[in-house]
Nanobody
Framework: QVQLVESGGGLVQAGGSLRLSCAAS????????MGWFRQAPGKEREFVAT????????YYADSVKGRFTISRDNTKNTAYLQMNSLKPEDTAIYYC???????????????WGQGTQVTVSS
């Protein structure tokens, strides 16, 4: 079992930045692919970014490419999502999750955090 706890969300003006953290604990948490997803009200959960076990490979949704950066520190069992140039359409609950594969499909992720709210005002 892996436990995930997100933090770092909040209210920010358009153009601002936030850094989300995802602290993992439990069985071999550092051996999992880490992913970030988000869900806005009335919309389906969507892929944001994912990072390989050693951090050498990353993928991003087109909507955040060039603005968001995913990273991880396996010594701290923590993944991060640095979000710059935030837009109102980035407003959502952001979730981190773990998978055995480097994938963009939510169903491939077995463990999920409780989410952290990000609100971007215009």
């Amino acid at each position: 079992q892996v436990q995930l706890v997100e933090s770092g969300g909040g209210l920010v003006q358009a153009g601002g930045s936030l850094r989300l953290s995802c602290a993992a604990s439990g069985r071999t948490s550092s051996r999992y692919v880490m992913g970030w997803f988000r869900q806005a009200p009335g919309k389906e959960r969507e892929f944001v970014a994912t990072i390989s076990v050693r951090g050498s490979t990353t993928y991003y949704a087109d909507s955040v490419k060039g603005r968001f950066t995913i990273s991880r520190d396996n010594t701290k069992n923590t993944a991060y999502l640095q979000m710059n140039s935030l837009k109102p359409e980035d407003t959502a609950i952001y979730y981190c999750a773990t998978s055995y594969a480097l994938t963009m499909t939510p169903g491939d992720y077995a463990y999920w955090g409780q989410g952290t709210q990000v609100t971007v005002s215009s």
